[in-house]
């Protein structure tokens, strides 16, 4: 605590002065959106967002069930084209059950295997898009 002296006048306290930045007076950015406000606020973009991986997913659905079409629906085709192979046996049993009976179960399974992994993989590269953007 100071004294002041009668008849003495305080001294002048500095002004205050403001300190900006210079780009005060620029533009101002549009605050960033997520994109999964975009899907969840059904935008174009969000749209764009969504169409690409449904078009993923369908592009490695069709795949998928051609390559499975072929191999197991080839098998048939195979049998009427060599009918040696329609009249073969292995293990006393006709090699045509063997082949539908027996081998296409793990065909099937493994489509399906291959399937699941990479439409997972579809969605973690979109989940990835998503965080970037």
Known sequence: ???????????????????????MGAARRVPHRPAT??????????????????????????SVLAATAVLIGGLPVLFVVAPSVAQAHLVGLPLPWLLLGALAYPMLWLAARYYVR???????DFTDVLKRH
């Open 1 to 23: 605590m100071s004294q002041q002296r009668a008849g003495a006048t305080p001294p002048d306290r500095p002004r205050r002065v403001r300190v900006t930045s210079p780009l």
């Open 37 to 62: 406000r975009e899907i969840d606020e059904q935008t174009g973009l969000g749209e764009v967002y969504m169409r690409s991986l449904l078009r993923s997913q369908l592009r490695l659905a069709l």
């Open 118 to 124: 990479q439409a997972e993989r579809n969605e973690d």
